[in-house]
């Protein structure tokens, strides 16, 4: 169906900057929404930012004017920039996406995928 690999997380310094790329696969018609969401230890799953098949986005209050998503549909990849990191940024960050897709029958169906999951730390 459909598959999602997200990459650039790592360690980074308060203050300091990542980009989170997300690349889906698979037998894509189109894909809808795509959004970041992010999960820190012991604490629930939260919306970070989305953006619709038309570019409309939407953030959580907490990154506003820090982090900025955007998306490449020629290669199916949303991104998430990711500036003046806080030490409360830290969390696994997953990518979502609504896509329309070719079943192995041949016919469409539409799903929501998850990526597996990247970790930004941010120290202190």
């Known amino acids: 169906q459909v598959q999602l690999v997200e990459s650039g997380g790592g360690l980074v310094q308060t203050g300091g900057s990542l980009r989170l790329s997300c690349a889906a696969s698979?037998?894509?018609?189109?894909?809808?929404?795509m959004g970041w969401y992010r999960q820190a230890t012991g604490k629930k799953r939260e919306l970070v930012a989305t953006?619709?098949?038309?570019?409309?986005?939407n953030y959580a209050d907490s990154v506003k004017g820090r982090f900025t998503i955007s998306r490449d549909n020629a290669k199916n990849t949303v991104y998430l920039q990711m500036n003046s990191l806080k030490p409360e940024d830290t969390a696994v960050y997953l990518c979502?996406?609504?896509?329309?897709?070719?079943?192995?029958?041949?016919?469409?169906?539409?799903?929501?995928?998850w990526g597996q999951g990247t970790q930004v730390t941010v120290s202190s």
């Open positions: 979502y996406a609504d896509s329309l897709y070719y079943t192995s029958s041949g016919s469409m169906s539409r799903g929501g995928y």
């Open positions: 698979g037998r894509i018609v189109r894909i809808n929404d």
């Open positions: 953006i619709t098949g038309g570019d409309n986005t």
